[in-house]
């Protein structure tokens, strides 16, 4: 299975990140990253491989670069 997310920060404040991402169904989804306790929650919707591909993403940038980025990509 082949799985391909462009992954867009939509806002930050100190504690929290949120981004959004697309699924193959052109649904736009969201997930939370709290900065504090440095967990990912998706806002909406089931938890699929693809969630789970981004979610992976944004922590290790997170816990690797100690930021948020703005633009992150998933691939594989």
């Known amino acids: 299975m082949a799985?391909?997310?462009?992954?867009?920060?939509?806002?930050?404040s100190g504690e929290s990140?949120?981004?959004?991402?697309?699924d193959i169904k052109g649904v736009e989804r969201t997930l939370l990253l709290n900065k504090v306790t440095?967990?990912?929650s998706l806002e909406?919707?089931?938890e699929d491989a693809l969630y789970r591909a981004v979610a992976r993403k944004v922590?290790?940038?997170?816990?690797?670069?100690g930021s948020a980025p703005d633009l992150l990509f998933v691939q594989s």
């Open 44 to 46: 909406e919707g089931e």
């Open 59 to 65: 922590a290790m940038a997170w816990v690797q670069g």
């Open 38 to 40: 440095e967990r990912i």
């Open 17 to 22: 990140a949120r981004y959004k991402f697309t």
């Open 3 to 12: 799985l391909y997310a462009e992954i867009e920060k939509v806002d930050e």
